[in-house]
């Protein structure tokens, strides 16, 4: 008998600790609001002082604090502020007659977000305070306090004083609760729409609708600059020219070449929810740019938010079990994409030198030059859909090179609807073609 | 002491039982010949009767006679014999002047290898006998008995009395051992003369390189048609362009437009191999296109070749949990690339039609037109390197996005240089043009 008594208390404990064990890993695995997270100070709904929140959340502040240092760059990005326009001269045609041409950089962190308005040259004094609405967690405040129309009576230089911290807490939590919650007006309204409420969506799904407050394509309306995202016909590149060709909007026009054009912001959201990947597995933009850590017993997600190329093990290797693979695949995605982006690029150089031509023809035929500059605005946005966005490719890969391929393919048909406006073919003379064998053509 | 007695005669039954049941599922999951598999009948070397050695393996023969009755289609391939011709009629006018233009259908079944090669319309008494190279298990037996010449010297009639047996097991083993083999000379050659030693390959390679015996490019060299892969520069679409350009290698002429064209074969293995995901995650094809199987306690590779979305449990589930996601994010992918590979159709018929009537001009620019010829042949050879490809981008998904872009970027040049040629621009006014939007061009 006393062998089976033993037995059985030896069942026991193993059954006792599994299960121990099992619900102290749950509770490790909670996020913190979940494990009746217990506040230090009582912070005031929409703080903009990142460093109050801090005070209860200091792993999270002390990440968020790292964005403002760390400026490593990757091959093709990171968060080092280096020159678009340097990196790659195409880009000042391109951007011809367009304050992009002026300054164009590489992004850095997110505590960097005022120095580096305040200091690039595409601000001037006739730019609008609407340019600060990415840039602050004061926003979220302003825009409760004034509503937009805040921003929609002031310039730039006038908002400045009401602007005192970068990107922070405020832009994506709420005060008590930590929830996260879109704080964008602009974003609430393209939801809104599109007949979707933030307030349903799942904590998996906030992880990604979050960084659509500011990582989105956008434009301003009116001469009040009122912010706002070009979502009414859906968030696919076809559908935001589509909606923009409908209201007749455009950003400026291409000198010589008459081009009413558009320019592309940060559509990263947009790009990563079109069917990529990554996004179709459900996996959220903060699994890979804000991946959990661990701090002793206590799990957090980094706000050191960056490319996951810097910190692949944390980032990849939350699902990936082969982190060297999975950057060797996002080298050649990216080297592929890279090509890609420069062969459109090449195409669109061409076309604006086309039209150029054509425009200074006496007899040139109004219609097709007008055919050639629609290929040339439409070209342009798929090119800097792509261009603009921050992951050269890896967000989907497949969706970016089909947009450029259509870039290239419409930049080529803008080209010939030149020469056909102009009557002269001598118009493709020039250009940015491929290198043709120097064997002669065999005869079969 | 008891009790510890008890505890430590359970502690060891646990230890065997585990051990047992470790080496059991270890045994089980080792392939035939690892297993010291006893045969029941010798196979004569090269035995090209498939039924004979299903005798020793009667689960991968029941499988691989499957392959003569699984016609199932997928949405863009599968087994099932549709003509390319009527599901696209744009391939007429690509492959016009040429045998693919007569009849082109989707490739059914390895057993069915006989039955369609000779029941095809591109197949009349001019074909060569090097056309059954990779349609018969009989192969291996000729080319050791009488070496490639017994092909060089005869035409298609003549052999058809030596082939008795569709693809089988003879293509791919080494009888007695089982051993995966390179079977095909000019495959051997080809690895050769990139300095690879096929013996040295692990087995896991060569579940990949077996089916280079047949699903690769390839050519016939010279009045002899002597199978050759044109490999000496490389295996991606550019390298084997080149190749082809410096030996002046053509398939035939365009009519019209006289460009001198390459047609490609089924290129699987050259656009796997290019850094695909995949390859890159050391997948190689037998994993999803021959999963493992079991009959009860044994474990056998399907022989019944085919689309893994016909059994995407079993071929993508060894790997992947999420079954459903898989399948969707194949489909994604293919809807994709399909339309990029209509848009450089549209393109490559356009450049036709552009060198066509750029050809009749009387003071045509000659040299600018051959330029247009060399940019048609390229382009539509790499269009040809993916939709003769076996996976509708799939097996490469990047990389064959990258090919199908440069194609339609060639043949819109070639457009280009065709009008240039003529001195008319006019050329350049029928085509298959992206659908301009219909509100007016909008001025800022």
């Given at each position: ?38 506040p230090i ?28 240092n ?16 340097i ?39 006739k730019?609008h ?30 908002m ?15 005060a ?7 704080t ?5 309204a ?5 007949g ?45 020219i ?34 990529s ?31 996951p ?5 944390q ?17 050649t995605?990216?080297?592929?994409v ?9 195409a ?10 054509a ?12 055919e ?10 798929r ?27 419409l ?34």
């Amino acid at each position: 008998m006393k062998k089976y008594t033993t037995l059985i208390l030896v069942g026991f404990i193993i059954v006792l600790a599994a299960g121990l064990a099992g619900t102290l890993l749950y509770l490790k695995n909670q996020p913190p609001q979940e494990r009746g997270f217990e506040p230090i100070i009582e912070i005031a709904p929409m703080e903009p002082d990142s460093s109050k929140w801090g005070i209860n959340f200091p792993n999270e502040y002390a990440t968020l604090l790292k964005t403002g240092n760390n400026n490593t760059p990757t091959t093709y990005g990171g968060s080092e502020k280096f020159s678009h326009l340097i990196e790659d001269p195409r880009q000042v045609i391109l951007f011809a007659g367009y304050s992009f041409s002026k300054e164009y950089n590489e992004d850095r962190g997110h505590q960097n977000s005022l120095t580096d308005v305040r200091a690039i040259k595409r601000v001037d004094e006739k730019t609008h305070a609407t340019c600060y609405s990415c840039k602050s967690s004061d926003n979220p405040r302003l825009w409760s306090e004034m509503g937009m129309e805040a921003y929609d009576a002031k310039m730039f230089s006038e908002m400045t004083p009401e602007i005192q911290n970068p990107i922070g807490c405020a832009n994506c939590h709420e005060a008590g609760t930590m929830r996260l919650i879109v704080t964008n007006p602009a974003l609430e309204a393209a939801l809104q729409a599109q007949g979707k409420d933030w307030q349903t969506f799942t904590r998996q799904e906030m992880r990604s609708v979050v960084c659509a407050n500011c990582h989105v394509e956008y434009y301003f309306v009116g001469d009040k600059k009122v912010l706002t995202l070009p979502w009414m016909n859906g968030t696919r590149v076809e559908e935001i020219i589509a909606y923009y060709d409908s209201i007749g909007f455009s950003d400026w026009m291409y000198p010589g070449a008459e081009t009413p054009m558009l320019k592309a912001q940060h559509p990263d959201f947009e790009m990563f929810t079109a069917n990529s990947t990554h996004y179709q597995a459900g996996v959220a933009c903060a699994d890979c740019h804000m991946p959990y850590l661990r701090d002793g017993a206590a799990k957090y997600s980094s706000h050191d938010v960056h490319s996951p190329l810097l910190n692949p093990e944390q980032a990849c290797g939350q699902c990936h079990t082969d982190v060297d693979y999975v950057v060797e695949r996002v080298k050649t995605i990216q080297d592929e994409v890279y090509k890609a982006k420069l062969a459109a690029e090449d195409a669109i150089v061409d076309a604006i030198t086309a039209i150029q031509a054509a425009a200074k023809v006496s007899d040139v035929d109004p219609i097709l030059l007008d055919e050639a500059r629609t290929l040339h605005r439409h070209a342009q946005f798929r090119w800097d859909f792509v261009s603009a966005e921050n992951s050269m490719g890896f967000h989907n890969p497949e969706e970016v090179l089909c947009i450029l391929g259509d870039a290239t393919n419409l930049a080529r048909q803008a080209q010939m609807k030149a020469a056909q406006a102009a009557h002269a073919p001598s118009i493709l003379e020039t250009g940015s073609y491929y290198t043709l064998p120097s064997v002669p053509t065999p005869v079969p």
